[in-house]
């Protein structure tokens, strides 16, 4: 079938109607229209109170299946694919998570996949794109894929995505909804999608609250002496100027953010502890804000390991021998 079949399918796939917590299960299939999702089990992650006395509570996306809140997205997209008719999935587009999770739901589906995974992609991606059997491209590759998903679809299933986050934050907070929803790497384009999903719970009595979140992005600027960093200091400091719904953080009080976090006994990601420090610069209030947890810090050890500057892990050392740091 073709792309418009797929775009047609993700179109029609929101529920309009309140959907029973009594009756129907804890899945966020509950939320979207599909005979038959294509599903490993994502959605209804935690929300978490990050301390007794924090108006921080966490979503904690890493809890996904592939550690990931694009686990949602992909199966989203391949449930319209399979549902579409399509043989086969390709993906060329630039995110290397999104990459490897539809590499994996596209293997639960039973369809052929292509995707291209940039140089940065980690090993976590690697693993999880090739143990899924994904063929498995350079960037650049400009030869024309049977099955490739439209960027336009992509961004539907995104909103989708977002859509499933935000009633089951209004869920979890007995019908309310939080004053700032924070969501760390993310885009102002990619925030307007949870700007919609909210109002459409306002709009459609799903909530209690009359008002919908101020929805924010914390980015983390990379340090300034260090030259191979400053595409991606400008790229940040850029986004900052383009809109005043992102946050940047230097590098070093996100550093702080993760070391207290970790000793309070929270392994968070480097995208998460640079929410807390957003969250940190915000006039204080009790009202209650959500930050969203995009990436298991397990999944991020690569990047944590990075951001505390530890060289390789302590190992474990014979008994009778002493453990000591690296």
């Known amino acids: 079938m073709t792309s418009a079949a797929l775009t047609s399918l993700l179109s029609t796939m929101l529920v309009t109607e309140r959907p029973s917590t009594a009756t129907q299960p804890v899945s966020m299939w509950r939320y979207l229209r599909a005979p038959q999702p294509v599903s490993l089990g994502e959605g209804h992650t935690p929300l978490l109170s990050l301390a007794p006395a924090s108006s921080i509570l966490l979503k904690d996306e890493g809890r996904n299946p592939g550690g990931s809140m694009l686990d949602r997205t992909a199966s989203i997209l391949v449930t319209a694919a399979k549902s579409a008719g399509h043989k086969n999935l390709a993906y060329t587009g630039e995110s290397n998570t999104l990459a490897a999770a539809l590499a994996a739901y596209a293997a639960c589906a039973g369809l052929p996949c292509t995707i291209t995974l940039g140089n940065e992609a980690d090993d976590l991606e690697h693993l999880r794109a090739s143990a899924a059997g994904a063929a498995i491209l350079h960037p650049g590759h400009s030869a024309s894929l049977d099955g490739t998903l439209p960027a336009e679809d992509i961004a539907l299933a995104t909103n989708l995505a977002a859509h499933t986050i935000a009633c089951e934050i209004a869920e979890q907070m007995q019908g309310k909804l939080p004053e700032t929803l924070l969501i760390p790497g993310t885009t102002p384009a990619d925030l307007l999608?949870?700007?919609?999903?909210?109002?459409?719970?306002?709009?459609?009595?799903?909530?209690?609250?009359?008002?919908?979140?101020?929805?924010?992005?914390?980015?983390?600027?990379?340090?300034?002496?260090?030259?191979?960093?400053?595409?991606?200091?400008?790229?940040?400091?850029?986004?900052?100027?383009?809109?005043?719904?992102?946050?940047?953080l230097e590098e070093d009080r996100v550093r702080d953010s993760l070391q207290r976090m970790a000793r309070s006994g929270w392994m968070l990601s480097p995208g998460a502890a640079a929410g807390i420090a957003a969250a940190e610069t915000l006039p204080a209030s009790a009202a209650p804000i959500v930050l969203i947890e995009p990436r298991s810090a397990l999944a991020a050890a690569q990047e944590m390991a990075q951001f505390l500057r530890l060289r390789r892990y302590p190992t474990r050392m014979p008994v009778g021998g002493i453990i000591s740091p690296q």
Do not use: G, K, N
Request: proline share 7%; hydrophobic share 45%.
């Open 193 to 248: 999608h949870f700007e919609q999903a909210f109002a459409f719970l306002v709009e459609h009595r799903w909530t209690t609250s009359v008002h919908t979140p101020r929805c924010l992005a914390a980015h983390i600027s990379p340090p300034s002496h260090l030259r191979h960093h400053a595409p991606a200091r400008i790229a940040a400091q850029a986004l900052q100027q383009l809109s005043d719904q992102v946050i940047v």
